[in-house]
T-cell receptor, first 113, second 116 residues
């Protein structure tokens, strides 16, 4: 059972455009939703995260939008740059238990110059 | 800065061999995790440990075991490697379970294991 569904699998965006990646979850116990960024040859690194008490969180060019009723959240990358080309993973966790992360399958983003 | 190191970047083993993958962290983190990463499947949790000598199964523990004898070191063991265990293996750590909180996971660079 895939608990976090991520789309699209791959995405090509022109430089300066907006990249949008979507995730949907099923487990209503999830209360922490991070996005990880992975460059080739590196491990993933935390990019930005949100909790369900807010509907949006912005850090620089990166914004998470969260819709609790729809059980969906998305990552928006404004003014996308070639340096943003990477694989992005959404994830979800519950603060009860051991706080393990359930990851989406990932989105390969390519920003063309 | 948190540093998570993995013993090898690339490893080639033969079917049936016993394989050890080691992960070491230098920040006194309590929780350590092993994932495998496969194209189109994302990151899947194999095992995790929240304390020395403690371990919990993740989503795909079959064919794997783990060992945590010291707080800073977490080993993933493939008792008898098979070709379907060819994958990228990632280790991660977190400080510990905070009251009502979830910690950032810090990842190592990964070990790409090929089983022939």
């Amino acid at each position: 059972q895939q608990q976090v569904k991520q789309s699209p699998q791959s995405l090509i965006v022109q430089k300066g455009g907006i990249s949008i990646i979507n995730c949907a979850y099923e487990n209503t116990a999830f209360d922490y939703f991070p996005w990880y960024q992975q460059f080739p040859g590196k491990g993933p690194a935390l990019l930005i995260a949100i909790r369900p008490d807010v509907s949006e969180k912005k850090e620089g060019r990166f914004t998470i939008s969260f819709n609790k009723s729809a059980k969906q959240f998305s990552l928006h990358i404004m003014d996308s740059q070639p340096g943003d080309s990477a694989t992005y993973f959404c994830a979800a966790s519950s603060s009860s238990g051991y706080s393990t992360l359930t990851f989406g399958k990932g989105t390969m983003l390519l920003v063309s110059p | 800065d948190v540093k998570v190191t993995q013993s090898s970047r690339y490893l080639v083993k033969r079917t049936g061999e016993k394989v050890f993958l080691e992960c070491v962290q230098d920040m006194d983190h309590e929780n350590m995790f092993w994932y495998r990463q496969d194209p189109g499947l994302g990151l899947r949790l194999i095992y995790f440990s929240y304390d020395v000598k403690m371990k919990e199964k993740g989503d795909i523990p079959e064919g794997y075991s783990v060992s945590r004898e010291k707080k800073e070191r977490f080993s993933l063991i493939l008792e008898s490697a098979s070709t379907n265990q060819t994958s990228m293996y990632l280790c991660a750590t977190t400080f510990g379970r905070r009251q009502g909180g979830v910690d950032e996971q810090f990842f190592g660079p990964g070990t790409r294991l090929t089983v022939l």
